[in-house]
């Protein structure tokens, strides 16, 4: 999919006759975004910038839209997204642990992505599964009561996969 194929009327549909041309523009982003995220795994700047001039709304404004919703990205991700959950009962049952021995072992901070883009390790705030703290999901797998032992193996278990 390229920016230039986006059609905008076919996106916003009926709610567009409605509208003023300004929200209308607007109002197709969200939609630009998830397909442009689904094709390149990513939001590039070069892609932004050709939607910016193809929807005549200024780069920055994309980029503010952009900004605002934590599912769109603006750089490369890893085949898998380590995400160590840092809410309450996770964080006293010692998830910074988790997150530190992660860092340590791939070499990344949490909010970066490998140099072989094998995984992307994040922080949230709760995933939901407090008495199983504390608690890491690997792209939708939840890994839960995460001790030493399990800790090795989730770290192996990412390793055999990124091979």
Known sequence: MRVE???VNEM?????KIICEHDRKK?????????????YGYLPGE???TLSKKLSLPL???????????QFHFSPRGKK????????????RGAKNVLNALEDEFGIKQGETTDD??????TVGCVGCCGLAPVATINEDVVGDIGKKKLELLVKAIKEEEK
């Open 5 to 7: 194929d986006l059609d």
């Open 12 to 16: 916003i549909g009926d709610v567009g």
């Open 27 to 39: 109002g197709v982003l969200i939609h630009a975004f998830q397909k442009i995220q689904q094709d």
């Open 47 to 49: 892609v932004l910038m």
């Open 60 to 70: 920055a404004e994309i980029y503010s839209v952009a900004s605002f919703y934590k």
């Open 81 to 92: 997204v380590v995400r160590v959950c840092m809410g309450t009962a996770c964080h006293v």
């Open 117 to 122: 883009l094998a995984m992307t390790l994040e």
